[in-house]
Structures are given as structure tokens and as C-alpha cells.
């Protein structure tokens, strides 16, 4: 009896098997793994903008990060308001709550999520356009640091409250208030 056998070299079986379980495999996790842009992952949550005449103006809400990687954001930008910054409030050494430019801009742990609100971070706008009246909506757009954007919506609403100062980048308070209109809810 002629028994035939047809012999695959072992390196040749080797190959075919390394190529078929690269393909099953998983992408790699950790630093060397590629990560969404930050943007991607970033929603607005009960989001507003307070309603003012002329002047300054802020927006505030929850910014919640549903991504696995700290996301950082860098500026911010709309039509409403020619200069923009991403502000927190801190104490002076009087004691005193004053607005000032959040070096580094605001970080979002993984997971988690930032609140804006009146009297602590929030985005201030400082030259508005036109007036925000209650009921506008107004667009905002988020620039994170790897360069990646979110576009969100809020409404305008009436709110008599965030009078605190100004802190310039030499410590220096301004003596104008953050009166941003003088509505009342």
C-alpha cells in the first residue's frame, strides 16, 4: 500500500499560525495605545450661558469625560464673545474670591466629569458681540489639548449672582465686578 504524504515544512505552519493569531488579537492597551480624540469623548451636561447687555457673560455646566484617558481643555471659542477664557476662582491673600485664567486650562479626569459653575470654574466671556438675551442659544466650541473640538449648544438664562472680582495675570485685581447684567432668575 502506497501512502502518500504531503509535508508542510514546520516553518511554513509556524508563519500561517503567527499571521492568523495577529489578526484575532486585540489592540494594544497602555501608553502605546492609540486613544479617541478627547473630543469624542467629552459631553455637556445641563449646560447655560447667563443672559447680559453688553460686557462680560459666563457659561456653566457639567463637562463629563466618558473616555479612559484624562482629557485636558485648552480654549474655547463662539460668535458670541471676541475674548474668551477658561476661569477659576480662587481666594487672595484678603480673602477675597477673584476670577483668574486657569493656567493649563481645565483637566477632566477619565470618567469623570468637571463642574462650571458661578463662583468656580467656569468659561468667561468678556467681549460680547451683541447682547445674550434669555432664551438665545448659544454655541460653544472646545479645543482640547491634542488639538481634537467639541461643539456644544446652552441656552441663556436670567441669573443676578457671580459678582466676584477680576485677578490680572500680575495679581493685580481689577475694581470692576462681575456684574454681567444685573438680571435676576
Known amino acids: 500500500m502506497n501512502v ?74 463662539t460668535e458670541a464673545s471676541s475674548a474668551l477664557e477658561l476661569h477659576e476662582t480662587v481666594e487672595n491673600e484678603a480673602g477675597e474670591m477673584m476670577m483668574r485664567e486657569k493656567t493649563g486650562g481645565f483637566t477632566i479626569p477619565a470618567g469623570d466629569s468637571l463642574v462650571l459653575e458661578p463662583g468656580g470654574n467656569h468659561i468667561m466671556l468678556m467681549d460680547l458681540t451683541n447682547p445674550i438675551a434669555a432664551g438665545d442659544e448659544i454655541t460653544f466650541t472646545l479645543t482640547f489639548s491634542d488639538d481634537s473640538t467639541y461643539e456644544f449648544t446652552v441656552p441663556a438664562k436670567d441669573y443676578a449672582g457671580a459678582n466676584e472680582n477680576y485677578e490680572d495675570g500680575d495679581d493685580m485685581h481689577m475694581s470692576e465686578d462681575m456684574d454681567m447684567g444685573g438680571h435676576s432668575e
Open 4 to 77: 502518500r504524504t504531503t509535508a508542510i515544512p514546520s516553518l511554513a505552519l509556524t508563519a500561517i499560525a503567527v499571521f492568523a493569531l495577529a489578526g484575532c488579537s486585540t489592540p494594544a492597551s497602555g501608553p502605546e495605545a492609540t486613544a479617541a480624540p478627547a473630543g469624542d469623548s467629552v459631553e455637556m451636561e445641563n449646560g447655560w450661558v447667563k443672559a447680559a447687555e453688553s460686557g462680560m457673560s459666563a457659561a456653566f455646566g457639567e463637562l463629563e469625560n466618558s473616555g479612559s484617558n484624562e482629557i485636558t481643555v485648552v480654549s474655547v471659542e
